[in-house]
């Protein structure tokens, strides 16, 4: 594939290790050629780099398979999620989820995404309902509409929600960007 289709989450191959593109960012400069900038994270080793890509260079995508799952809890082993098509359970490590951790909700249905049969991660839902368990109070006299707060979720999320919400208040968080959506 070209360099201008590396999206957030893809695998690929780079230096001959499989590399998850955290963050990318296309860059066209007033002169010289477009470039596509990522942030990619070795899968086996757990290191970053950033790395440049020409626009027109070609990129290996990586072989990974994806198979769906449930969410079933959580111990000292790690997260126990359940394969739908053979019930077989698979423990995974809170590294290996990344960010996902703060989503998960009981009997959420998730993608793993396996490399060479071995577990590198999960694709959650786009959005997730979490209920806020932690914030300051509302600010009678505060009028600025673009004013946010910090909020802490009952996954543990801190997220920055506006004034109006309170304690004990649903709301709708995208799981790409990490932020506060609406009111459920």
């Not at 060479?116 to 505060?142: D, F, H, N, W, Y």
Request: charged share 25%.
């Amino acid at each position: 594939m070209k360099a201008t289709a590396i999206r957030k989450g893809t695998v690929i191959i780079y230096q001959g290790n499989p590399f998850r593109v955290m963050e990318f960012t296309h860059v066209t400069p007033g002169k010289g050629r477009a470039l596509v900038k990522a942030k990619l994270r070795n899968i086996l080793a757990g290191n970053q780099t950033e790395v440049s890509f020409a626009s027109s260079e070609d990129v290996e995508e990586a072989n990974v398979f994806s198979y769906k799952a449930t969410y079933l809890y959580q111990d000292q082993d790690g997260y126990c999620f359940m394969n739908k098509d053979n019930y077989e359970q698979i423990h995974l490590s809170e590294s290996v989820l990344g960010d996902a951790v703060y989503y998960l909700q009981d009997e959420m249905e998730v993608d793993i995404t396996t490399y060479q049969e071995e577990p590198i991660g999960i694709k959650v839902p786009s959005s997730v309902i979490l209920t806020i368990v932690e914030t300051q109070p509302e600010i009678k006299s505060a009028t600025a509409t673009n004013s946010y707060k910090p909020g802490k979720t009952e996954t543990g999320l801190t997220i920055n929600i506006p004034p109006f919400i309170k304690e004990g208040e649903k709301i709708i968080v995208n799981t790409d960007t990490g932020e506060y959506v609406s009111r459920a």
